[in-house]
């Protein structure tokens, strides 16, 4: 070789050494940007597919209300497709945060596809439940299958995993800034991994971008009313607080016991489904109303604009515990959005804020209590309802958040520290150790 050639590129040695030297996190980012993308790319036209059959789900389902009948059928032949071919991604949720916990082998990538038929098929014969578990299922599922292509350990696959449930809730619900806080939050209560923040913003960021590209619209709400910031409105956000606290709980509780009486009262799984089903469909066909079924868009939407009964956030309460204790697929978020929305509106008879402001506090500070998550649900506030509302959203999740206790949906979720120094003991144990 020349001795300029030798020259030139000991030079460029020398400079590429000396620029990572000053710059040691530029590997890391190229990395995971890339990492991020494909992550983005792949969830966000997932979660795209997914709302688009969600939406005409629900349209056949409002337009042919006797489908409604067959919902323990459906829920037979889910169960059947579970308990012979997907036992090992039942868990669902669970075993997305369990695997950021203690990485095991690689999420078999049939949850995708599993949980995907089984909440359109829920949805489309009348069950109540949401999205959120759906998406998060199908992100973790997705992604985990690019563990061995980039030949990640144990700890970047903890990461993975984290950027794609922050990938999926931010595509699913258009809340990119949400969806990342809350894969980094929702895992580990009160402490959150900050190596894994730049992969989970720039994961949930790409993925919205890529569900926004397929022209999927999200639900827009608006608060047409917000006091000034004063003493009493915020005593009476604080009260509000509390029972959304409380109902985040009673939700949390409700659903974990329901659960334990079908697996205790029937033993064989596919069939505890037709009977949740049963239930569910006489109850529709009794009241004649499909408004406690489905997501619940509308009358969520509504609580925004008129003050609602009481009975609204209970009923739903009651149809989203049966449907997805007795084994239904599809997530528990957006019925917690339509019970903390509904019991917001419900509470302005007694507590004198605006009904509308009190319907967005609601919709997310249950969810914030029932999934142990106050960062993600001020920030998911925020981007859908607006700045000017944040401190009364960010009152809501904190109380929510303390008074809601030692509960969540998410049984697999370790409790990193304690809400109160009295429960510090509880630290590193998981609420199914509890």
Same mark, same amino acid.
């Given at each position: ?84 071919? +997907? ?52 992100? +973790? ?28 809730? +931010? ?184 009904? +509308? ?78």
């Amino acid at each position: 070789m020349p001795k300029h050639q030798r020259t030139l590129r000991a030079k460029t040695v020398f400079y590429t050494q000396f620029f990572f030297r000053k710059y040691p996190a530029l590997p890391y980012i190229a990395k995971w940007l890339c990492i991020s993308f494909i992550i983005g790319a792949l969830v966000g036209t997932a979660s795209a597919g997914f709302l688009q059959s969600l939406e005409w789900a629900t349209q056949f389902r409002e337009n042919h209300i006797w489908i409604i009948a067959f919902l323990p059928v459906a829920g037979f032949l889910v169960g059947l497709l579970y308990y012979y071919f +997907g036992k090992n991604v039942e868990a669902g949720n669970n075993l997305l945060i369990e695997n950021i916990h203690e990485p095991k082998e690689i999420i078999p990538f049939k949850m995708a596809p599993f949980v995907y038929l089984g909440t359109i098929i829920t949805h489309l014969f009348g069950g109540s439940a949401g999205r959120e578990g759906t998406a998060l299922q199908m992100a +973790g599922a997705i992604a985990d299958q690019l563990t061995k292509p980039f030949r990640l350990d144990q700890n970047e696959r903890r990461i993975l995993i984290i950027s794609a449930i922050a990938a999926g809730f +931010g595509s699913v619900f258009g809340t990119p800034l949400a969806g990342a806080v809350f894969g980094l939050e929702v895992f580990l209560i009160g402490k959150i991994r900050y190596n894994a923040i730049f992969p989970a913003f720039a994961s949930a960021i790409l993925a919205n971008w890529a569900t926004n590209l397929w022209n999927v619209k999200h639900t827009h709400y608006h608060i047409d009313f917000i006091p000034k910031l004063e003493f009493l409105p915020i005593i009476y956000s604080i009260l509000a607080g509390i029972a959304f606290g409380v109902c985040a709980a009673a939700f949390s509780r409700g659903i974990h016991w329901a659960g334990s009486v079908f697996k205790s009262k029937i033993k064989y799984p596919p069939l505890r489904p037709v009977i949740g089903g049963t239930l569910v469909a006489l109850a529709v066909f009794a009241m004649g109303t499909t408004r406690y079924i489905g997501l619940g868009i509308p009358t969520i939407v509504e609580s925004f604009d008129t003050q609602l009964p009481l009975s609204d956030f209970a009923l739903k309460m009651i149809f989203t515990i049966v449907t997805l204790a007795a084994g239904f697929k599809g997530g528990e978020v957006t019925p917690l959005f339509f019970i903390g929305a509904t019991l917001g509106s419900a509470l302005s008879l007694i507590i004198p804020l605006p009904f +509308g402001l009190l319907a967005g506090m609601g919709f997310v500070a249950v969810f914030a209590g029932a999934t142990n998550t106050p960062l993600a649900c001020m920030l998911m506030g925020i981007e859908l309802f607006g700045s000017e509302s944040g401190v009364y959203i960010a009152i809501a999740c904190i109380v929510s958040y303390l008074l809601s206790g030692n509960n969540s949906i998410y049984t697999r979720q370790k409790i990193g520290q304690a809400k109160n120094r009295r429960f510090d003991h509880l630290n590193d144990k998981s609420f199914s150790d509890l």
